[in-house]
């Protein structure tokens, strides 16, 4: 696929006073990036001069979307949850501003024995009895 000089001027939208000089760089752009930036897709990467040959060259980034792991909820508490990760066991706890010190830390005990329960529950369902 060859690209010529109107091709790269559609795709520079720059608005130019009179003053302003219009400057045609001329890019060699591999064929998979044209194609996505035909499509309309945006195509981020970097332009460099090759001293090899001479010539302005676009190296696209070929960015990848990375695979999320969602975290398995192993619990759900009054005041929060107790979620599994790939490398960690959460515990969350969340109150209200308007409760007092003596409540929060008597529910925080309630909840971290309940959290307690379900990490236990949740071993004996791993393990295997014969």
Partial sequence: MSITETDVGAFLN???SKTQEIMIIKVEISEETMARMLTGKRVEGTIGYDLMTGKKTFNAFHR?????H?????????????????ANQKR?????????????????D?????????L???ELELIEFC
């Fill in 14 to 16: 720059v608005n130019l």
């Fill in 64 to 68: 990848r979307r990375h695979d999320h």
């Fill in 70 to 86: 969602k975290d398995e909820l192993l619990g759900k508490l009054p005041w929060g949850w107790v979620k599994e990760s790939k």
């Fill in 92 to 108: 969350y706890t969340s109150f209200p501003k308007n409760m007092s010190l003596e409540e929060k830390l008597a529910l925080m």
């Fill in 110 to 118: 309630r909840d971290n024995e309940m959290a307690k329960a379900v």
């Fill in 120 to 122: 236990i529950e949740r």
